[in-house]
Structures are given as C-alpha cells and as structure tokens.
C-alpha cells in the first residue's frame, strides 16, 4: 500500500500570514496520463470533508485563490497565501493512483 | 444542487452486521463513481470503498475487505454499504463522497454530512 506522510502534524497560524503543509508518498503518484494521483481534504470543525485540490494542483469549484497546491511525483505542497480565520481544521493529502487509496495522518490548523 | 445523505448508522454489537445508505440527488447518479470514508472518533480520514459509476468494479480498504460490501442502484440513486462481522474499531462517522465525471480520476468532489456507527456490547 502507497503510505502518506504529512508535516507539520499541527500547524499555529497567524491571520493574514503564510502557511504551508508538506505531503511526502511512499510511491511516486504520477500517472502516466501526466497527472499527480494527490488531492487536498478539508475537515472543518463540526463539518464534513471538503476538496480543496485535486490532482496536484487543481482548485476545486468555490475554493478560494489564496488556496494552492504544487508538486510531483512524491512530494507536494498545499499554500494558504493569507491565512484566515475560517480555515482553521485538519488538512489531509490522499492518493488515488492505487488501491487502497489512503490518506495521510492530517495536519491540524490552528489560529495562534 | 448536489445532496448526498447518509442513513443507516446505529449502535450494533460486535459481530453484528449493518446496511449503511446514500441516496444521491441533484445530479445523474449513475453517471459517477463512489466512495466511503470513515472517520473514527479521535483518528483521521480512512478511505473505505470505491464504486465505478455501472457497479462493474469495486475497491476495498485493507481494514474491511472480506466483511464489507459495496453496492449501488442507478435506479434509485443510492449507494449501500453492507458491514458484516463488525468490529469496536468499525465505530466512525461513516460519510458517502461523489466522484468526478471521468472513469479515470476518483477525487471526492461533494461529501455528505456522514452517519454514525457504532459497534459496542
């Protein structure tokens, strides 16, 4: 099974800051169509899941720009431009190229 | 607007067996592949199953294959999750998730709000 691995695990951000979640794959997740086989999830407090990424670096419909994701194969990043306040929760990476499909562990967002 | 929402979700005691369902509205159910995934109290995301749009292929979590079941009816735009031989470590909020338009991609697009199970004596 494709093992994922996510840091930091907690993340205290600053409203109006930067922040950034790394997402590491035990196998490369790009596809041969040329697509990276990793999404983005956000679980909100008191919420369902939500796609925040798809593909690698795909906004989901409604997701704001200051959401972005990057990287290939192996390695790749999700980019909160400004933080706010209402993305607080846990973010987690997934992959799709394989089954079982598996997410990584979460990393939970805070406001400091 | 695209709904999913989930029902099924009770207290069972281990070893038992549940049908969990998703009746799906707002869009051409049988036009998409499916999923469920759980989340246990005080853990992550766990990816459970996946459904091609026409039922022909299903995928399986480690953690459940052998003792669950997936299965769907277009006609009725619902989703089933059948658990048998439940567990403790089964308790979660089971939610149902729609896939894309594409037979080649299996993101979650729209989630429902998830129903609870819970497998105690």
Redesign the interface.
């Known amino acids: ?1 494709i093992v994922m691995t996510q840091s930091p695990l907690s993340l205290p951000v600053t409203p109006g800051e930067p922040a950034s979640i790394s997402c590491r794959s035990s196998h490369s997740l790009l596809h041969n ?1 040329g ?1 990276n ?1 990793l ?1 983005w ?1 956000l ?1 909100k407090p008191g919420q ?4 925040l990424v ?2 690698g670096s795909n906004r ?2 409604g997701v704001p720009d200051r959401f972005s994701g990057s990287g290939s194969g192996t390695d790749f990043t999700l980019k909160i431009s400004r933080v706010e306040a209402e993305d607080v929760g ?1 973010y ?1 990476c ?1 992959q ?1 190229l394989h ?8 990393t939970q967002v805070d406001i400091k | 607007q695209v709904h999913l929402v989930e029902s099924g979700g009770r207290v069972v005691q281990p070893g038992g067996s549940l049908r969990l369902s998703c009746a799906a509205s707002g869009f051409t159910f049988g036009d998409f592949g499916m999923h469920w ?1 759980r ?1 246990a109290p005080g853990k ?4 459970v199953a ?1 459904i091609r749009y026409d039922g022909t292929n299903k ?4 953690s459940v294959k052998g003792r669950f079941t997936l299965s769907r009816d277009n006609s009725k735009s619902t989703l089933y999750l059948q658990m048998n031989s439940l567990r403790a470590e089964d308790s979660a909020v089971y ?1 149902c ?1 729609k896939g ?1 338009f594409t037979d ?6 729209v ?4 129903t609870t199970v819970t497998v105690s004596s």
């Open positions: 099974d169509n697509y086989f999404d999830y679980q369902s899941p939500q796609l798809y593909l989901a419909s846990i987690y997934m799709t089954p079982p499909f598996t997410f990584g562990p979460g | 995934v989340r992550g995301l766990e990816w996946f995928q399986y979590g480690d939610y998730a894309p080649a991609q299996y993101y979650m697009d989630w429902g709000r998830g």
